[in-house]
Structure formats: C-alpha cells, structure tokens
C-alpha cells in the first residue's frame, strides 16, 4: 500500500472571508451570499461540469490548507469546555485535514462555479466537486451522538439579548463604513448563544469583564442575566506590531493603526491588568 499520496487542487473557493471568524460554522443561507469556485485549469473542467446545472446542491472536498499539526483531542465550539477526540467532531485539526462541505450551487459558468453561503475562508482549495442527492445523502432520523445532549442543553436555557454601549456603537459603524470592517453580526450571533468564556469560541474574563475576539478586532463586554452589553470594541494587535511593517501577516493594519489614533485606549496594552 502506498504511504503518501498526491492530491492535487481542481479550483480555489474565493469567498472574501479571509479571517476564520468571519467562515460561519453553520453558513446561514437565508442570508444571501454569493461565492466562486474558479478552476486551476478551465479547459481541463468544461467537459467536466456537464449536466451539474440541474442539481441545486454540491458538495465540496476540500484541504483546511491554514492548519500545519492535528490533535487527538479538540475542544468543540459548542457545547460546555469538553475536550472529545477530533474523528467525533468536525474540527480542523485533523490527521488530515480534509473538509466535506454541502453547498447550494447558484450557477455554472465558464471557468467557475456560483456558490451559495458557504463556510470556507478565501483560497480554500478544493479537491473534488459531487453532486448532492437528498435520497442517498440526507439521513434526518439518524443518532448524532454527544451533540444530542448540546442541543437539548442549548433548547433548554433562555437566549441572551446583546445590545450594543453608545461607544460600542459608534466605533462599529465608523469600522463599517471608514473602512469596510463590519464583524458585528457574527459577534452578535456568538455572543446571543452563549457568552461564557471559552477558548474555541475566543472568549476569555478580562476582570470583571469579558472579550471576544474577531478576528483582527476585539469586543469588550458584560453579562448581566441573560443580557450581554457590548461596551467597547478594541484592536487585537500590539501597536508594536501594528508599526512594524516587516510584519506581513498583520491583517486590517491601516483600520486599526487609524483606530488607535481616534480612540487611544483602545488597544492591546488597555487590556493589560
């Protein structure tokens, strides 16, 4: 038996979500969203993708290609502080790090495929491409294991209502429409089904406080009951970082340095006990 083999990418997803935060878990698809799987080699696929219009879902084989190790053990983002080993659960941290994702298709055209909301961060590469048949790949009435009890857990306990200080506010639309940076929705939606602290969710208690990160940014907030005030929202990396342009890596640099210039306490070292 062979010991390593050879895979080689058909197409790239090109989603615009080039943070993890901003690749939902669940994609909602009442929200509309309109993504490309665009081909290494087009000529190669036209022949290919004949008769794929006429079916109205997809799935996508493809390569977590961000992540470099794997764990035996995995801390899911639902569910309470629970590590369970990773072929249990759908984290990225696998032997290998193969994803399997059900995708509405919008389209095909020349060199690329429509996608509907989809989980990939842009540049995902993807391995193959099967069509989705609801007779044989839909299985509703089947057992899904610990994930059972998280969800009659997650019906039993009230929602959290998140509202937003009147700084919190002004500073998400500045970011939204200064600089096109808009992650209050997706905080929202974490912080609404549980804003306990949790390192896969990226929640942690800052004293008497909490924070989330998103992506490049921070939110700083309470819990009262079953109410989360979003109080201030804060950038995620050093200024030291932020100045030094050898560092590459820094994403939204210029939103955050413009950031610290209008609120000044608004960085990484205001964090610091």
């Not at 696929?45 to 794929?52: I, K, Q």
């Not at 109205?56 to 995995?74: A, D």
């Not at 009659?152 to 937003?164: N, Q």
């Amino acid at each position: 038996m062979e010991a390593e083999l050879t895979l080689k990418p058909i197409g790239f997803v090109r989603s615009g979500k080039g943070e993890k935060f901003e690749a939902r878990h669940q994609p909602l698809e009442s929200e509309p969203e309109v993504n490309r799987l665009e081909w290494t080699d087009p000529a190669a696929m036209r022949e290919a993708v004949r008769d794929l219009e006429g079916f109205s879902r997809i799935w996508l084989v493809w390569w977590f290609h961000r992540n470099r190790t794997w764990r035996p053990l995995v801390l899911p983002p639902r569910g309470p502080a629970q590590r369970r080993g990773v072929l249990a659960t759908r984290s990225p941290h696998r032997p290998n790090p193969i994803g399997l994702t059900a995708v509405r298709l919008l389209g095909v055209e020349p060199g690329r495929l429509l996608l509907g909301a989809i989980d990939l961060v842009d540049g995902t590469p993807v391995f193959d491409v099967k069509p989705y048949i609801p007779k044989y790949d839909a299985f509703p009435d089947e057992r899904s294991g610990w994930m059972e009890r998280v969800e009659a857990e997650e019906r039993s306990r009230p929602g959290y209502v998140v509202v937003w200080s009147g700084l919190a506010k002004e500073q998400g639309e500045w970011l939204a429409v200064g600089w096109g940076v808009d992650f209050r929705a997706r905080m929202e939606e974490l912080l609404s089904a549980d804003p306990k602290p949790h390192r896969t969710r990226r929640i942690v208690r800052r004293g008497e406080r909490f924070e989330i990160a998103c992506g490049a940014w921070r939110g700083v907030f309470r819990v009262s009951e079953t109410v989360v005030t979003v109080e201030e929202l804060q950038v995620g990396f050093p200024r030291r970082f932020l100045e030094d342009r050898s560092r590459t890596e820094v994403p939204e640099r210029e939103a955050q340095l413009a950031f610290l210039v209008r609120w000044p306490d608004g960085g990484v070292e205001a964090r610091r006990p």
